[in-house]
C-alpha cells in the first residue's frame, strides 16, 4: 500500500491523513504528571512536528527480539540486568561514557551467566534517560530559589534562573544525543561481533540493526551474528559466557517527545515507540488513570512500570490489566522499587494478586529508589547494605510465591565514583564528597556493581 511521505512543515493534520502520524491522543484526556512547565508553546509544536518526520532511533525488529528474550525472563530461563545512570549526559561526555558502561554491564551480566548458567539479557538506561520526574518544582541552591532541574531534555542543571528555563528545543538535541549512542552500540555490537573474523570477512560490513532481510549473502554471516541473540549474553567456544550489546531503555516521561517517535509497523499497522527499545512509566506517572499509562498502553513495544510500596494491590492489577491486557509473554515488566525495610510486607500481596488475575510479568527489583537517604547537608546517598537488604527481602518473596526474581534495575556507572556509601566505596559521609558526580541519585561505582554482581548471583544460583 503506497503510503504519502510526509513533508516538514505540513500541517499535522495533513500527516495524520497520509496515515503515517499517530493519531491515537487518548492520553491527552487524561490528567498528566510531571510535564515540563514550556513556556514557548509555538517552538513546542514546531518542534513536535519536526520530530514526527525525523529517521527512527530503534528498528520495530529490534524490540520485537527484546520482547522474546524478556518472555524467556518471564519464564524462568534468563535473568535480566538493566542498569545505568540516573539522568544520562546529553553533551560529549556520553560517548567515551557509553564505552565503559557497555563493558561494566557486559562485565555483571556474564557474572550472573557464569553462575547460573544461563543467559542474562543486557539494557542500558541509556539512549534517551534524559528526563527526571521531580518532587517539587522549584529547589534552593546556594540561598536562591530556582526551577527545578528536570533533566537536559528540559534544561540545564547549572543553577542559573535563565538555564533552568523549559526549552523545547532541547527536545531536539536529545533526540540527536540518542542517535549518537545507538551508532555506537551499533558500531560496539560490530566490533564485539566479529572480534577475531579474517579481515576478509569485515570490508563488507555496514551498519549493524535495522530490519536485515533482503541483504545480499555475503553480509548475511557477520550481520546474523551481531543480530541473533544480541542483547544477551551468550555461550562462548570455551563454555563460559560472553557479553554481546545492551537494549536502550528510558523513564518515558515527556509525552510531547516520546508521542512525536510513534511510528507505524507497515507489515502488522501496530504503533511502536521508536525512541527506545523498552520505555518504562516512572513512579510518579503510574497513575492507573493517567496519561503515562494511557500512552503506554497504546504502543506495542514491551514496556515496564514501577511499582512502589503505597502500590496496593488493586492498583498493580489494574496497571496489569491495561498495560498487558493480552497476557502476552514479554510485555509487561514491573520494576518494584519498595524500600529494604518494606519490601517483605508489602511484596507478598501484589505478587499474590497479580498472578490471581492471570499476569505473568516480568519481576525486577529496583534497590535503588526505596532506599535514598538525605544527609544533613542535602547530600543524597544509599547504602550497598540496605539494597542487597531490599534484593534479598525480593528473592525471598518471590520465591516463596514460586516466582521467579526475574532481575535487576541498577542506578551504577564506570569509574570510582563516590556516591554510595559502604564496601568498595566511601564509607561515611565525608568520603562521599571525594568524587560526587552524580547530575541526580546516587550511583553504585563500578566495584560496587561488581561485588553486587558477585553477590546477587550466588543468590540466583542458590535457586
Ligand atoms: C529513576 O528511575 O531514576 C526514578 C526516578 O525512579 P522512580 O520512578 O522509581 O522514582
Ligand atoms: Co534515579
Known sequence: MHTAVPQPGQPLSARALAGSV?????????????????????????????????????????????????????????????????????DASAIPALRCKHELIGSMAETFSDRIDAPTVTIGRLGGQFAKPRSQPTETVAGREVTV???????????????????????????????????????IAHETATRGLPASDLTVLGEAGGEVSGLARPWDGSLRSVLEGYGETRRDEA???????????????????????????RQTGEWFLLSTHLPWIGKRTAQPNGAHVAFHASIANPVACKIGPETNPAEVVELCRLLDPNRRAGRLTLICRMGADTVRDRMPELVRAVRNAGHHPVWVCDPMHGNTEVLPG???????EQIMAEIEGFFETLRAA?????????????????????????????????NYQTLCDPRLNEEQSMLLADAVSRLVAKG
Open 149 to 187: 532541574f528536570r533533566g537536559p531534555i528540559v534544561n540545564d542543571h547549572r543553577p542559573d534562573p535563565r538555564l533552568r528555563v523549559p526549552d523545547p528545543h532541547r527536545l531536539l538535541a536529545a533526540y540527536r544525543a540518542a542517535k549518537a549512542v545507538l551508532s555506537e552500540l551499533h558500531i
Open 402 to 434: 514460586g516466582e521467579w526474581p526475574g532481575g535487576l534495575h541498577l542506578e551504577a556507572a564506570e569509574g570510582a565514583i563516590t556516591e554510595c556509601i559502604g564496601t568498595g566505596g566511601p564509607d561515611n559521609a565525608i568520603a562521599l564528597e571525594r
Open 22 to 90: 499517530w493519531r491515537n491522543g487518548d492520553w491527552r484526556r487524561r490528567p498528566i504528571a510531571q510535564q515540563p512547565p514550556w513556556r514557548d508553546l509555538a517552538a513546542l509544536s514546531s518542534v513536535r512536528d519536526r520530530l514526527t518526520v525525523v529517521p527512527p532511533l530503534t528498528a520495530i525488529a529490534d524490540i520485537r527480539r527484546l520482547e522474546a528474550s524478556l518472555a524467556k525472563v518471564a519464564a524462568g530461563q534468563s535473568f535480566l540486568l538493566q542498569a545505568g545512570d540516573c539522568v544520562e549526559p546529553m
Open 378 to 384: 542535602g547530600r543524597k546517598t544509599r547504602r550497598t
Open 239 to 265: 563454555g563460559g559466557w560472553s557479553r554481546t550489546g545492551l537494549w536502550t531503555s528510558h523513564e518515558s516521561l515527556i509525552l510531547d517527545y516520546e508521542e512525536a517517535l510513534v511510528r507505524r509497523d
